[in-house]
């Protein structure tokens, strides 16, 4: 029996709120263990997230909860390693800018992503040019450096770890045009996880092993906030699962609203919480880059809207086809 259209609703917006509640939490966690707890290693930190994940996606996908998809080497090597390279450098680069930078800064730079992935896609060959988006662009690039300029704690090396982070993941989510949906390969969180968390766990060993091993191993009285970790990974885990749970109940306009949400909301958290200085100049910035943000989705949604006759035929396709959402990060 199926449920009546308010219940539908009600349903679809918990959902998107209990999206936005993990997503919060992962950030806010990850910088409290970061910065304000004295564990200053973020590869570790992100070889925990890849670990537990691997774990659990593999004991749901054996249980028979959820089937894998039939993949052979070649295609794993071929398609999906380089995504777990990608998509290790963005959570490892991305955990990093934590010790040096504030969350509600972070959470402006990450304005910037749909300029860097219009730009990766004109050079990978997923986007042709468009002065129209051109120029909405350069807007999101004046507000995101006008917020910049207006930092009060500005950090070089902090800011370039975010910017490295932007880039990687724009790679990342344009080769999963290339590699994956434009040869009919479709993975949920749950098979995501089970096929690229266990790479990217490999790939995150290297650095690891060469920067933080050595003191991690080796130090006597450093703190390890073991509880904070596991929250941070079962949150981390439970973000993936949310947007599993999502799939076929919100548009790619619900979705876009709920990042913009939630990143104002990350702004006023880190404020309150963690007491991080926000002036005026930076709001102002922020709001630049939002209003070109925002209309920049817009027009993607309207360029990639289906009829209304083959709409309602492909409504569980609607969170394949949302635009790139900025501050969408998962770690």
């Excluded at 304005?111 to 468009?130: I, N």
């Excluded at 009060?152 to 880039?167: A, K």
């Excluded at 083959?310 to 396709?317: A, F, M, P, R």
């Amino acid at each position: 029996m199926s449920q009546p259209a308010y219940m539908q609703h009600v349903v679809t917006y918990g959902y998107t709120i209990l999206w936005i509640f993990l997503s919060a939490v992962v950030i806010l966690v990850n910088k409290y263990i970061l910065d304000f707890g004295g564990f200053h290693f973020p590869i570790a930190l992100t070889l925990s997230h890849m670990a537990f994940c691997s774990a659990v996606a593999t004991a749901i996908i054996k249980l028979g909860f959820v089937k894998a998809i039939e993949m052979d080497n070649n295609m794993y090597f071929n398609n999906v390693v380089p995504i777990a390279a990608l998509f290790s450098g963005t959570l490892w680069l991305g955990n990093a800018a934590y010790l040096y930078l504030s969350v509600s800064f972070i959470q402006m730079v990450k304005a910037q992503m749909p300029v860097t992935v219009f730009l990766t896609g004109l050079l990978l060959g997923t986007e042709r040019y468009s002065f129209r988006y051109a120029l909405n662009l350069v807007v999101v690039a004046i507000g995101v450096g006008t917020a910049s300029y207006g930092e009060i704690e500005f950090n070089l090396l902090g800011f370039t770890l975010q910017m490295g982070s932007i880039v990687t993941e724009s790679f990342r989510l344009v080769l999963i045009q290339l590699l994956l949906q434009a040869r009919g390969i479709k993975l949920n969180p749950v098979t995501t996880l089970y096929y690229i968390a266990p790479a990217c766990f490999v790939f995150l060993c290297i650095p690891f092993a060469f920067i933080e091993a050595p003191t991690l191993f080796t130090a006597t009285d450093l703190p390890v906030p073991y509880g904070w970790i596991t929250l941070s990974c079962v949150a981390a885990l439970a973000l993936n699962m949310s947007v599993f749970l999502l799939i076929g109940r919100s548009s790619a306009l619900t979705m876009n609203i709920a990042g913009v949400i939630k990143d104002w909301l990350l702004i006023m958290l880190s404020v309150v919480l963690y007491g991080s200085p926000v002036t005026t100049l930076q709001l102002f910035g922020y709001g630049v880059a939002f209003a070109g943000v925002t209309w920049y989705n817009i027009q993607k949604i309207q360029q990639t809207a289906p009829p209304a006759a083959v709409q309602s035929q492909e409504k569980g396709d609607d969170l394949e086809k949302q635009p790139l959402v900025q501050g969408g990060g998962k770690s």
